[in-house]
C-alpha cells in the first residue's frame, strides 16, 4: 500500500529556468490547432448568424435565430436524447466491458496475442465499411440478415433491428460497442502494462488474494487511464456520426438521430449552411461544458490524491 | 510452502470462475468475428451472391474481385498515397502530442488546466464538422491538392486525443525518475528525450496504432482537399464501387479486405511494443 | 539538449517556410499564368489559346466511367487545345464535396446534376452560366425532348442539359402476377389492393419497397398526389402558393398510402430497407412489384443472385390511377441526370456536351445502361424502355421528383414525411403541416 502511495504522489516541481524552453514544445501543436480548428470554429461561429444555402457569400445576416430555432426543434431535442442514450451506454456498459476483456487477456492467458489483435480488429476497419456490414447482419429476413437467422433457430422472436423505433437505438449502440471496443481496450492493456510489475508482486507476497489485487491495486494503479478513457468515450459519443448516417440516416422518423446527423442533415442534405453551423456551435458548447466540468472535477481529485 | 498450499486451494474455488471467463471470452470473439469472417467471405462472393446469401460461406471462392482489384494500377496509386499521409501523419502526431503532452503532464505552470482545455478541442469540433472552413483555409495556403495538406489537417485532428491519452501515461511515470535524472545533471528536456520517451514506448506506440488507424480510414478530408483520382486514398477508392443507384457490395469488401491489411499489420507490428516495452523499463527504474 | 531543440525547431520552421512558399507560390504564379499568355501575343492566328474544362461526374460503375473517359479523350483528340479533367466520385460523396466547393462560388466546369430546385438556387447564386443563345446555335436545343430540357432551365433560361429522363413506374415480374393470378397493367387503385390481397393469399411479397432510403418510398407518395390532386394542386402548394402542402390531394396520398401499409404490402423490414435490399428481392424474383425510375432494371440485374435479374420476365406499367383523382392518367412522375455548366466555364464545355448528345453517343450510353435517352432519334429497343419513353412523351405534365423539384431544403423534408407516414410514427395531417410549415419558410407564406 506504501509504494501506491509514492507512486500516486506527484508532486508540483520547483521552477527552473530550463523549463521555460519546454514551453516551445507546445507551438508546434498549438500552431496547427490555430490554423486548422481554431479558424474554423470562428469562421462557423460567423456563418451560425446567418441564413445562408452555402452557394456563395453568406449575405442574409439574422442573428442568432438559428440557435433559437435549434431549442425550439422537438427533433433536434430528440437528436440531443439519443446522443446521451449513447453516452451512457457507452460509460456504463461499453467501457466495463473493454476493461473486463482487457484485465482478462492483459495477462495470463494463452494466446494473448491473437485476441488482443482480434479485439482491435474492428477499430482497424473503417466506419464505412462497419454500417454496411452490420445493415446486412440486420437484415430482418433471415435467409439473409445473419442476426435473425440465429434468433431463428434458437427459436426466439426476430426482430425488425433497424426498422423498429424503438429498438434502432440499441441496435446502433451494438454496432459502436463492437467498432470502439478495441480502441479502450487498448487504452487498458497499455494501462495495465504501465503498472509496475513489482508492486504486484510484492503484494502476492504479502498474500493478497486475486479479487483484492485487482480491487485494491490494479484499478486503482488503472484510475487515470479509466478517467481518460471515460472522457474519450464521452467525447467520442458526443460526436458518433458515419455509422448513424449510413446505417439509417437518423431513422426511422428520427428515432436513431443523433448531434452528428442532425447536423450534416442540414448543411449537406438541406443546404441550410447557417442552421447546420450554428448546430456545430451547439454540439461544441455542450462538449465544452462537459470537458471543463471534467477536468475541474480530475483536477481537485488529483490534487487530493 | 504455505504459499503454494494456499495456491492449490485457491485453484479449487476458482475453476468455476475460470470456465465463465472463457464462455464469456468465447461470446466476445464471436461478437467480434463474425462480422469481420462475413466481410471477407464477402470479398469472395459475386454482387449478387453477397445481396442474397451474405452470411453464408462462398463456395466456391471467387476471387476475381480480389485479382481485379489488384490489377487496378489505380489501387495501387491509392495505396502509395495511403501510405504516405499515414506515415507522415501518425509521425507528426506522436511527436507533436508527445512534446505537449509532456509539457502537461509534467510542468506545473499558472493556466495550465485553460490551455490544456485549449488543446482538447479536437475531441469537440471533429474535421466532420469543421470541413466547410477547412477547405477555404487551404485553399488560402494554396495546398489544394496537395497532399501535405491532408497530413497537415489530419494531423491537427488527432493532436488532442493523443495529447489526452499521453498525457495520462506520462503522468503515471514515477516522478522519483525524474528528480534522480535532475540529480545527475539532466534537464527537462533532457529527461524527456532520454528517460521519458524510452520509457513511455508502450504508450507511444498505443497513440500511433490509434493515429495509423484514424489516418487511414479518412474518408472526408482527403475527398474534399483533393480533386485527382492519382492523389486519393484507399478510402476513396472504396467509392468507386458505389453507385448512384446502389453499390458492388462483393467489390467493396474484397477492397476493404486489401485495404485493411496493411493497417492490420502495422497494428500486430505496434502491439508488440505495446505489451513488451515495460519489461525493459522497468529494470532500468 | 540544446542541439535537439533546435533541430524540432529548425524541423517546425522548415515545414512552416514550406507552407508559407507554395502558399506564395499558389497566389502569385497561378493567376500570374493566364494573364501573362495573352500578353506575350502569339502570333499563330489558328492556333487557339489552351483551355481546361473541370468535369466532375458521378457514373463511379466501371464501364460508364470509361465510356465517359473515352468520351472526353476523343473530343481532346478533336480539340487539341482542350484539356478534360474529370473527377468521378460516388454520389452522396460528391454532394457533399460540392457543398465545400460552392461556399467559394467556385464550380467545376461541369458537373452533376438533377435540375429543379437545388440547380434553381446555384442559379440564383451566380454559380452556373447561361448557355441558353450557346445551346440554341445550329439549332442543337432542337434536337432535344423540350420536357427534358426544362428540368435544366429556370426562368425560361439553360443552364445545363439533360442526357437522361425518364419516368417512375411499376416494374413488375411477369410470372409472379400469372402465380396469383393477376393481371397486368393494373389500371387502378382498387385493383392494386385486390392484387396485394392476391399475392398476400399466395404467399408472394406484392411490393418490394425501400423506406430506409427515403426517395424510394416518396415516389409512391408523391405519385399518389400528382393522381389525386393533378398538376392543379402541386402548382398551387408549390409554384404560386395559393394552395398549400395541407390541402385535400396531398393529406389524401397519405391515407392512401397507409392503405397499402395496412393492406401488408410491403416485405418485412421495409422501413429500414435500402435501395439495394429492394432491389435484391425484386432481382431474385421474391417480390411482385416495385415503383421505381427508369434505372429499376439495372439495379435488379446487379443486386441478383446470379447478376441476371429478371429481365426475361420484366414487365412495367404506369402508376395505377385513383378513382375520382384530378389528374389526368397520362401525369408522370420522373426525372434524370443530366450536367449543368459552372459560370467560369470555357465555351468549348458547352461544345463538349453538344458532343455528349448526338444521337450515335446517346445510343452508346443507352447500350451501358445510363439511362433513357434525350436526343430526338435515339434508337431504343428494349421494350420496357421504350414504355417510359412514351410514358414520359405523352405526359402533357411531368412532375420532377419532389425532392430534386422543390428547394435544397423543403426536398429532404418530404422524403422524411412519407417515412414518418408508412412508420405511422406522424398522420399524414401532421406530415403535411410539417412540409407545409417548411414551405412557408423556403417558398414563402401562403397567399
Known amino acids: 500500500m506504501v509504494t501506491i502511495e509514492t507512486l500516486k504522489k506527484r508532486k508540483s516541481r520547483r521552477f527552473s529556468s530550463d523549463r521555460i524552453k519546454v514551453f516551445l514544445f507546445l507551438i508546434p501543436a498549438a500552431v496547427l490547432l490555430l490554423v486548422f480548428l481554431v479558424i474554423p470554429i470562428f469562421q462557423c461561429l460567423y456563418y451560425s448568424l446567418f441564413n445562408w444555402n452555402g452557394m456563395g457569400p453568406a449575405e442574409d445576416f439574422i442573428g442568432i435565430i438559428n440557435y433559437k430555432k435549434i431549442i425550439s426543434d422537438n427533433v433536434f431535442l430528440r437528436a440531443l436524447g439519443n446522443t446521451f442514450a449513447i453516452v451512457g451506454l457507452s460509460l456504463f456498459v461499453q467501457l466495463p466491458l473493454a476493461l473486463f476483456l482487457a484485465i482478462m487477456i492483459g495477462r495470463g492467458i494463452k494466446g494473448r496475442a491473437f485476441y488482443r489483435t482480434v479485439f482491435f480488429l474492428p477499430y482497424v476497419l473503417s466506419e464505412t465499411i462497419t454500417a454496411v456490414m452490420w445493415r446486412i447482419l440486420y437484415n430482418p429476413d433471415p435467409s439473409r440478415g445473419f442476426i435473425n437467422a440465429v434468433f431463428q433457430a434458437f427459436g426466439w422472436k426476430m426482430q425488425d433491428w433497424l426498422g423498429n423505433m424503438n429498438l434502432v437505438l440499441f441496435s446502433i449502440f451494438i454496432v459502436l460497442t463492437w467498432k470502439y471496443i478495441g480502441f479502450h481496450m487498448l487504452l487498458y492493456i497499455t494501462g495495465l502494462q504501465n503498472i509496475p510489475r513489482d508492486v504486484e508482486e510484492a503484494a502476492l507476497i504479502d498474500g493478497v488474494n486475486k479479487r483484492q489485487m485487482l480491487t485494491y491495486i490494479t484499478l486503482p494503479l488503472l484510475g487515470g487511464t479509466i478517467r481518460t478513457s471515460a472522457y474519450l468515450s464521452v467525447l467520442g459519443s458526443l460526436q458518433v456520426y458515419a455509422i448513424v448516417w449510413i446505417m439509417t440516416k437518423g431513422g426511422p422518423v428520427n428515432a436513431s438521430e443523433v448531434l452528428s446527423t442532425y447536423m450534416y442533415r442540414f448543411s449537406f442534405v438541406r443546404f441550410q449552411l447557417g442552421y447546420g453551423a450554428a448546430v456545430a456551435i451547439v454540439m461544441l458548447i455542450i462538449s465544452l461544458i462537459f470537458s471543463v466540468t471534467y477536468m475541474s472535477i480530475t483536477r481537485r481529485t488529483e490534487h487530493i490524491a | 510452502m504455505s504459499d503454494s498450499d494456499a495456491k492449490k486451494s485457491l485453484k479449487f474455488i476458482e475453476i468455476i470462475p475460470v470456465i465463465l471467463k472463457y464462455i464469456v471470452l468465447v461470446l466476445a470473439l464471436l461478437f467480434i468475428l463474425v462480422p469481420i469472417v462475413i466481410i471477407i467471405f464477402g470479398g469472395l462472393k459475386t454482387r449478387g451472391e453477397f445481396y442474397t446469401t451474405p452470411y453464408m ?107 489526452v491519452i499521453l498525457r495520462n501515461f506520462f503522468m503515471e511515470i514515477p516522478s522519483e525518475l525524474q528528480d534522480a535524472a535532475m540529480i545527475d545533471g539532466c534537464t527537462t528536456i533532457g529527461f524527456f528525450w532520454r528517460i521519458l520517451l524510452p520509457l513511455a514506448k508502450p504508450s507511444l506506440a498505443a497513440v500511433a496504432s490509434l493515429a495509423v488507424v484514424n489516418t487511414w480510414n479518412d474518408l472526408l478530408v482527403t475527398l474534399v482537399l483533393i480533386d485527382k483520382e492519382r492523389l486519393w486514398t484507399l478510402q476513396l477508392g472504396v467509392m468507386q464501387f458505389q453507385g448512384q443507384y446502389g453499390q458492388d457490395l462483393s467489390l467493396v469488401s474484397a477492397f476493404l479486405i486489401l485495404a485493411a491489411i496493411p493497417a492490420v499489420i502495422f497494428y500486430i507490428f505496434a502491439q508488440r511494443h505495446i505489451v513488451s516495452g515495460l519489461t525493459a523499463g522497468s529494470i532500468k527504474g | 539538449m540544446k542541439k535537439i531543440l533546435t533541430l524540432t525547431l529548425v524541423a517546425v520552421f522548415m515545414v512552416s517556410m514550406l507552407l508559407m512558399g507554395t502558399s506564395c507560390k499558389g497566389a502569385e504564379e497561378e493567376p500570374a499564368a493566364p494573364a501573362e499568355e495573352p500578353a506575350a501575343e502569339e ?62 462560388g467556385e464550380v467545376p466546369d461541369l458537373f ?142 397519405g391515407y392512401k398510402l397507409l392503405e397499402l401499409v395496412d393492406a401488408d404490402a410491403y416485405q418485412d423490414g421495409f422501413l429500414a430497407a435500402t435501395w439495394g435490399d429492394a432491389a435484391t428481392i425484386m432481382g431474385n424474383g421474391e417480390a411482385a412489384m416495385n415503383c421505381m425510375g427508369q434505372w429499376g432494371p439495372g ?143 423556403n417558398i414563402g407564406p401562403r397567399k
Request: charged share 20%; with cysteine; proline share 6%.
Open chain 3, 43 to 104: 502570333p499563330a492566328p489558328e492556333e487557339k489559346e489552351p483551355v481546361t474544362i473541370t468535369w466532375w461526374h458521378i457514373q463511379t460503375e466501371e464501364s460508364q466511367k470509361a465510356y465517359w473517359q473515352d468520351l472526353a479523350d476523343r473530343f481532346m483528340d478533336a480539340n487539341p487545345h482542350v484539356t478534360i479533367e474529370i473527377t468521378v466520385m460516388e454520389n452522396e460523396n460528391f454532394k457533399a464535396k460540392m457543398t465545400t466547393v460552392m461556399q467559394t
Open chain 3, 299 to 441: 439495379s435488379y440485374r446487379e443486386n441478383s443472385a446470379d447478376g441476371k435479374g429478371i429481365d426475361d420476365k420484366l414487365g412495367w406499367f404506369p402508376f395505377p390511377m385513383v378513382e375520382g383523382g384530378a389528374g389526368n392518367p397520362n401525369d408522370a412522375l420522373g426525372g434524370g441526370n443530366g450536367f449543368v455548366v459552372g459560370k467560369d466555364a470555357p465555351d468549348e464545355a458547352v461544345d463538349f456536351l453538344k458532343f455528349m448528345l448526338t444521337v450515335e453517343e446517346q445510343d452508346k450510353q443507352t447500350e451501358l445502361g445510363m439511362g433513357v435517352p434525350v436526343v430526338k432519334g435515339a434508337t431504343v429497343e428494349d421494350p420496357i424502355l421504350l414504355q417510359i419513353i412514351e410514358g414520359r412523351d405523352k405526359a402533357e405534365y411531368l412532375q420532377l421528383y419532389y425532392d430534386q423539384y422543390l428547394p435544397p431544403a423543403m426536398g429532404s423534408v418530404v422524403n422524411d414525411i412519407v417515412q414518418g407516414i408508412m412508420a405511422k410514427a406522424m398522420t399524414p395531417e401532421e406530415a403535411c403541416q410539417m412540409l407545409e410549415d417548411s414551405a412557408v419558410e
Open chain 2, 57 to 163: 460461406p462462398p463456395i466456391p471462392p471467387k476471387w476475381g474481385n480480389i485479382i481485379k482489384i489488384l490489377n487496378m494500377p489505380i489501387f495501387w496509386y491509392m495505396m502509395r498515397n495511403s501510405i504516405v499521409v499515414t506515415l507522415a501523419s501518425t509521425a507528426g502526431v506522436v511527436i507533436v502530442s508527445s512534446m505537449s503532452a509532456f509539457v502537461f503532464a509534467r510542468i506545473d505552470f499558472k493556466g495550465k488546466g485553460s490551455l490544456f482545455q485549449f488543446f482538447t478541442l479536437g475531441l469537440m469540433f471533429p474535421a466532420t464538422v469543421a470541413i466547410l472552413p477547412i477547405f477555404l483555409i487551404v485553399r488560402q495556403l494554396g495546398l489544394q491538392n496537395n497532399l501535405i495538406s491532408v497530413i497537415l489537417v489530419l494531423t491537427t485532428f488527432q493532436i488532442s486525443m493523443s495529447t
Open chain 3, 112 to 253: 452533376q446534376s438533377w435540375g429543379g430546385g437545388t440547380m434553381n438556387a446555384q442559379v440564383e447564386a451566380g454559380l452556373l452560366k447561361d448557355i441558353t443563345d450557346k445551346l440554341a446555335e445550329d439549332g442543337f436545343a432542337d434536337t432535344i425532348s423540350p420536357g427534358a430540357l426544362g428540368v435544366y432551365s429556370y426562368n425560361g433560361r439553360n443552364y445545363g442539359v439533360p442526357r437522361d429522363m425518364g419516368m417512375v413506374g411499376i416494374f413488375y415480374n411477369t410470372e409472379l402476377f400469372d402465380k396469383a393470378g393477376v393481371t397486368a397493367p393494373i389500371a387502378t387503385w382498387a385493383d392494386l389492393l385486390e392484387a396485394v390481397d392476391k399475392f398476400n393469399a399466395a404467399g408472394i411479397t406484392p411490393i418490394a419497397e425501400a423506406a430506409g432510403d427515403k426517395w424510394p418510398a416518396a415516389f409512391s407518395w408523391e405519385y399518389l398526389v400528382t393522381r389525386i390532386g393533378g398538376q392543379a394542386a402541386f402548382d398551387a402548394a408549390a409554384n404560386t402558393r395559393t394552395g398549400s402542402f395541407t390541402d385535400e390531394p396531398f393529406v389524401q396520398a
